[in-house]
């Protein structure tokens, strides 16, 4: 058995639904989607209509964000006074282009401003005081712009205001109990705004600036625009959606020379880029900066004019990119090691000595998704400060669960699903007690992970090039409005293969009645096993089209599977697979002496089967002589996984029982001869009478329980005048017909029929 890491929730048919079916029939979009479009809350035409054709009709005015009036004046007087503006930025890609954005709005109204993008490592995350000190007494600043960031800087923000130097902060980040006493907070969820939308990302909050600035939507900011709001996350619907659907189409002509040449590097077709191309190509280089070093060649990147500064810019983002994806992999590889040891905690508080900072979100990233637990992974500088990022599941408002225990951080900041904090190291093993007592004290289930909805999967032959294409028309997907994930139920995986250098992902194929589709499993690679199972398993997953070599053929690319009831994993054939069996609680059973290593206390010879105990994982290691005790050790085990080897030294099966004849002639030879020397002269007569020793051993075992000869130390002596009785009475000979039928019923059955018997 596997269980998911999530809970599916399929949707339902909803007989009102199909009220939407005819104007979806008139987008040519299949009839199923109108109640996964009810259940998002599109439930009349015009929602449907405004779904389909985001615009900027969906802009909402920014000056009904609070504090927008208040701080557009005060940058429109900096500018008309030459005053000496600070944008002062964040490290991640939401942060590079907010600056970006804010840059280059200023820019238009001839203002000329300095960026500053704070080091993750210097400064932290947010207003620094001693960033805005120098800025302000050695560089003479006179107005700082916060944009992606500021809320969290109270006591910087404070100083700069005592200091004469105007503050005006634009961030969407979660609002603390005491704002800073800036000259203008201007936040989409201001609890004194009146903003219809609160869920845009830094650069959207930028952008409303930039429109409130320049009095029309500058809608050649919106390719920044699209890569922000998709890179931090943010929901995907109403305003979002629009800005990042405009986005997507100003991007595909953008102008901008560097993001022309990072398209290049990353292997993305400009003109068919999409939130994906963004999401897995775009945002991870612009975040690499950051989180290796400094972030600023990234705003040089998006505003240079120059091609050839374009270009080694690009190069230098995808060689951080791939340091950042190689430091990920080892301490991703640790972290999933620790918490292999951490089976009884609703959320996972990891840290080790000198693990890179810049990476950890990632590395949260990864453990949420191979658990369905939340994670917080930090680092331990020499100081013996653990620093580090959390990430979250719907389930569990991470921030909230972080202010209960706000007394153990030095600092701390985020929102429901992400944060970033920092301890004493010492103080770790108390956070994971508070934590997992503040999930349990506030019933918070996170045994099954996050909740997903899916929609039952078309038959295969349905699912043609055509239908994908089709789904596109409900994107941009993201948070919010994801992609259609499909249930396919009660498949066989073929073809099961490991892809990658590191072979960290998988290729396969699902079958069902004759029906095939390819499926990459990305980031499944150490769960090979799992899906080498002869159980049908199902599993979810978003359809896609795989173009390769001007081809173009549907594939699945899987989100998360199940395998229900007794798992039976088909090694069959194959015993040098025998010590590799993963599980690190295995029960080996075995009926003959022979097979058992000389080292390993968890094999167990059949003659001790009354003595087992429960256990999850059995090694089924040889075949016994009957396939009842196979059923017995399951019985007694309630095994749910079972690797089934069966080896054979003698293979019983392919060797069968020797024939009439045979028999026939070895009889001959004992009323012929008075006595042989067996011991000696064995291989002498299996030769005279045609048959292999192991043959001949064999058929001497059952004249002798038949008494058709004596044995006396190692001499076979002829019986005068036996007995006669059919060779089906020696004990022998019943055993091997027995173990003849073990042998085909257990090792060459065929998989789906070893299954069904096992698991009945």
Known sequence: MKPSVNQWKVVPEIDAAKSLIPVLEQRKIPAQFASWLWEKGIRTEEELTEFFNPDVTAFHDPFLMHDMAKGITRIQEGIANGEKILIYGDYDADGITSTTVMKEAIEMLGGEPIIYIPDRFMDGYGPNEQVYRYFIEEQGVQLIITVDNGVAGYKPVKYAMEAGVDVVITDHHELPAQLPEALAVIHPRHPLGNYPFGDLAGVGVAFKVATALLGSNPLELLDLVAIGTIADLVSLTGENRALVTLGLQVFRETDRIGLVKLCEVAEIDLYKVDETNIGFGIAPRLNALGRLEDATPGVHLLTTFDEEQAEELAHFVQQQNEKRQNIVKQIGQEALAMVEQMPNHSLYVLAKKDWHEGVLGIVASRIVEATGKPALVLGINDKGIAKGSGRSVGQLNLYEALCEEKDLFLAFGGHHMAAGFSLEATLLPELQERLDAYIEREEIDLTKGKEVTVLSAPDLSDIQLEFIESLAKLGPFGTDNEAPCFLFENYQMQQVKQIGADKTHLKLVAEKNQQTIDVLAFNKGQEIEEFMTVNPLAFIGELQINEWNDRKKPQVLLKDYEVKGLQVFDYRGKK???????????????????????????????????????????????????????????????????????????????????????????????????????????????????????ELIFMIQVFFELGFVRIDNGVMKKVVDPLPHPLEESPSYKERQQRIQTEKQLLYSQPQELYTWLAQ
Do not use: H, M
């Not at 599980?583 to 000389?598: G, M, R, S, T």
């Not at 293979?651 to 026939?664: C, S």
């Not at 030879?669 to 291989?683: A, C, F, G, N, S």
């Open 576 to 694: 040098q697979s025998l010590t590799q069996v993963r599980e690190q609680d295995a029960l080996y059973v075995y009926w003959d002496e022979k097979v058992k290593p000389n080292t390993g206390d968890t094999w167990q010879y059949r003659a001790d089967l009354a003595g087992l105990t429960p256990r999850e994982t059995v090694v089924l290691v040889d075949c016994p002589v009957n396939s009842q005790e196979v059923r017995q050790v399951i019985d007694i085990t309630k095994a749910s996984r079972l690797y089934c080897f069966f080896l054979s030294e003698e293979e019983y099966y392919l060797n069968g029982l020797p024939n009439r004849q045979k028999f026939a002639r070895l009889y001959q030879l004992t009323r012929q001869v008075e006595e042989v020397d067996i011991r000696y002269k064995l291989p002498q007569v299996a030769s005279a009478l045609k048959l292999s020793q192991k």
